[in-house]
């Protein structure tokens, strides 16, 4: 305790503070009270301002921060509301894209009343070469059968795809029409002539086909389009198969053949139909 008494600042702070208060009490005993008050208000206007500046600041501070909190919650919450919308927006999409193509299927579907359709989706492609195996998401839970045909729409037509040659209980796969060994009976719409598509090993890369099977003095153009025939039995009549891109003759079989493009494109088709049912020819 002794100590703090031989300490030089604790001695000069009790000297300050004994003289300011003998000051007050003789300025206050000679009237001049308010003289004290203005000088304390001098003195303490300084630390008075100080701590509203602190106030204000750590207000604004807060502020700051509450705002910054509710701007986040608030991107949240739109961001969550712009998820739903987006995924809505999806469904809906999908569910145009199948509402169109059953539309598309309605004319086809009054023009041939006995005939039964399956909408179905291609879901994958077996990698290798162009015109690769398809498989579609409906099987024999569906209805879904060996040989049954598959087509698809465009504005203007109903186009073949090709066959299901293998079926699962909930998925199928589907042999593209102008794979090598395969035939589709066609007629070439401008003259009627009739003539068969084939698939040819060394056209498979190209996504090509083959018309052949026409006589030599038959009449067939570039741009010729082609149409099945309906004879063998597995598509039905008047699908649209693609057009003539090429006409080359044959002097040793005296025939002659074109090339075929398809009108399908197989590398991007996404939407088909199962034809489950419908009049088919036996030749």
Known sequence: MGNIFKNKFFIILLIVICVL????????????????????????????????????SFGGFTAYFSEFNR???????????????????????????????????????????D?????????AKS??????VLTINKGSFHNIERDMPVIAATETDYIIVGYVFEVGITSSKVMP????????GAYIKRTEELGIVEGRFELERY?????????????????????????GSRYPEN??????????????????????????????????MVILKFDRKFD
């Not at 998820?83 to 004319?107: G, H, I, P």
């Not at 083959?210 to 309906?230: F, P, Q, R």
């Not at 075929?260 to 991007?268: D, H, L, Q, R, S």
Request: glycine share 6%.
């Open 207 to 231: 996504g090509l086909g083959i018309l052949a099977n026409l006589s030599k003095d038959a009449s067939v153009e570039d741009g010729d389009k082609l149409y099945t025939s309906g004879s």
């Open 71 to 113: 701007m986040k919650e608030e991107i949240a919450d739109l961001k969550s509301r712009l998820a739903v919308a987006e995924a809505l927006n999806e469904d809906t999409r999908k569910l145009q894209e199948q509402n169109d193509m059953l539309a598309s299927f309605y004319e086809l579907k009054r023009e041939n009343i």
């Open 177 to 184: 029409f102008i794979r090598t060994g395969e035939a589709v």
């Open 21 to 56: 208060t003998l000051s007050t009490i003789i300025l206050n005993l000679a009237g001049y009270a308010s003289v004290v008050a203005d000088f304390v208000n001098l003195f303490l206007t300084p630390f008075s301002r100080f701590a509203d500046i602190l106030k204000e």
């Open 239 to 272: 699908l649209y198969i693609g057009e003539v891109v090429e006409v080359e003759g044959d002097p040793f079989s005296q025939t002659m053949t074109g090339l075929v493009k398809p009108a399908v494109n197989f590398g991007e088709i996404k939407e088909v």
């Open 127 to 132: 990698p290798g070469n162009y015109l690769s």
């Open 115 to 123: 005939y039964m359709f399956q909408p179905a989706k291609v879901t």
